[in-house]
């Protein structure tokens, strides 16, 4: 299993208070699995991912990421980890400006220390993959929004993660691109093994995704 969480729970200072932002909240997502999770504004979808890709350390229970214990890692540790292991996708692809779209993967493969000429032959494969090739060289703001998603998908998978997780990934797009965008993403889950959690309020490409988990004050139930 790619992503074990199991009675997670994680609370932020709120004045004298403490609020609840995940309340023993259990997922497990297998390889070759994508899963959505919707919810209000607030619900703590991204708290969630933030606890599963071992960028927070919940307060209780137990987080695992490709058969690894992240509860028990120490801070280096989870670092490599989350470098090596997992994949991120947000809202806005987050694309340095100045880069051209080869330039955006090779640069993880540059902080990860890959050999080069392996990390081109790479990323040039996974532009390949995501329908880019051709545009290689463009720089973002010569992308469509839609193409620059596709950028941060490409350069999500460059390190083999087996925890692919996406935030919000359609917001910017229009219906037909976020559609895209959603197949990509489950197209890329079942070839390359990797378990994928995808937070989103568009509800309309549900039925591309396994199953649907609904977010609400910090609790987490099927929908
Ligand atoms: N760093 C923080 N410090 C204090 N409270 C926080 C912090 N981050 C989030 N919260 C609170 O925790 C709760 C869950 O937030 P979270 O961002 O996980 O929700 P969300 O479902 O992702 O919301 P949205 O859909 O608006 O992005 C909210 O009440 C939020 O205000």
């Known amino acids: 299993m790619s992503l074990i969480m199991k009675d997670v729970r994680l609370t932020y200072p709120d004045g004298d208070r403490r609020l609840v932002a995940l309340d023993d909240v259990s997922l497990t997502v297998e390889?070759?699995?994508?899963?959505?999770?919707?919810?209000?504004?607030?619900?703590?979808?991204?708290?969630?991912?933030?606890?599963?890709g071992a960028l927070v350390t919940a307060e209780s229970g137990t987080v695992a990421v490709a058969g690894t214990d992240v509860t028990g890692l120490g801070q280096k540790d989870r670092d490599r980890l989350r470098r090596d292991r997992?994949?991120?996708?947000?809202?806005?692809?987050?694309?340095l400006a100045?880069?051209?779209?080869?330039?955006?993967?090779?640069?993880?493969?540059?902080?990860?220390?890959?050999?080069?000429?392996?990390?081109?032959?790479?990323?040039?494969?996974?532009?390949?993959?995501?329908?880019?090739?051709?545009?290689?060289?463009?720089r973002p703001g010569r992308l469509s929004?839609?193409?620059?998603?596709?950028?941060?998908?490409?350069?999500?998978?460059?390190?083999?993660?087996?925890?692919?997780?996406?935030?919000?990934?359609?917001s910017a797009l229009d219906a037909e691109r976020g559609h895209d965008v959603i197949a990509l993403l489950r197209d890329a889950t079942r070839e390359?093994?990797?378990?994928?959690?995808?937070?989103?309020?568009?509800?309309r490409h549900l039925d591309l995704l396994d199953r649907a988990m609904e977010m609400r004050d910090g609790t987490l139930t099927p929908s």
């Not at 390889?31 to 599963?52: D, M, Q, R």
């Not at 941060?152 to 390190?159: E, K, S």
């Open 192 to 203: 390359r093994r990797t378990a994928t959690v995808v937070v989103t309020h568009d509800l």
């Open 31 to 52: 390889p070759g699995e994508i899963v959505a999770v919707t919810g209000p504004s607030g619900s703590g979808k991204s708290s969630l991912l933030a606890v599963a």
């Open 145 to 170: 929004g839609g193409e620059r998603q596709r950028v941060a998908v490409a350069r999500a998978l460059m390190g083999e993660p087996a925890l692919l997780l996406v935030d919000e990934p359609t």
């Open 86 to 95: 997992v994949g991120f996708v947000f809202q806005q692809a987050n694309l």
């Open 98 to 138: 100045a880069l051209t779209a080869l330039d955006q993967l090779l640069l993880v493969a540059h902080v990860t220390g890959a050999p080069k000429a392996a990390a081109r032959t790479r990323a040039m494969e996974l532009l390949d993959y995501v329908g880019l090739a051709a545009k290689a060289h463009r």
